[in-house]
């Protein structure tokens, strides 16, 4: 298993730490070519607009739309989410993937980051799940599946198919089972 995460800004770095300490092969998408051979994806948080911008200057829209058409699971966390989304709530670049409607900086600015443990379908026991600028999910559509909620029903993470989409960072934290999740898809 070949296993792209999007480096055009943001996180990546840390999630290619977490997959070379499971022992998984991973590549750094940057270009179109970059996603020859890969057999799923990450989108790391960061900044949404950026990545949307990113992300068409150097024409990788519509090859990320078709490498989500042909099944390939893709994992979208923090603006990651943002950018898999269908309703941003404003005009940017999305590919629309998962139906699910995100609010941006939901949780309030850099110096209201946190951390929480939180329970999450398929994890056997709390994922202490970062969050840093975070979105949340305001809505989901039919077909996809709410697998955590903070204490006030917020939802922070779903899937949908082959998609995966968290409000937080798990690449922030020594505990690799949200990864393992993801390659299990």
Known sequence: ????????????????????????SAREVRQPR??????????????STTFGKVAVASRLMEPLADFAAAGHPMW?????LIFMARDVGRPQ???????VTVRRNAFGR???SFTTALTIKGLRSPFP???IRAPLIEKVGK?????????????VA???????GTSFHPELTRDPRMHQLFLGI
């Open 158 to 164: 779903a899937r949908q198919g082959a998609f995966l």
């Open 76 to 80: 979208g966390t923090c603006a990651g």
């Open 93 to 99: 670049p999305s590919l629309a993937l998962m139906d």
């Open 34 to 47: 970059d996603l020859a051979g890969l057999d799923r994806l990450i989108l790391p948080g960061g900044e």
């Open 143 to 155: 077909g996809v599946r709410v697998l955590s909620t903070l204490d006030d029903g917020t939802i």
């Open 1 to 24: 298993m070949v296993v792209g995460v999007l480096a055009l800004q943001g996180g990546f770095a840390e999630h290619m730490a977490m997959l070379a300490g499971l022992g998984v």
């Open 129 to 131: 799940a970062v969050f």
């Open 110 to 112: 850099q110096v209201d």
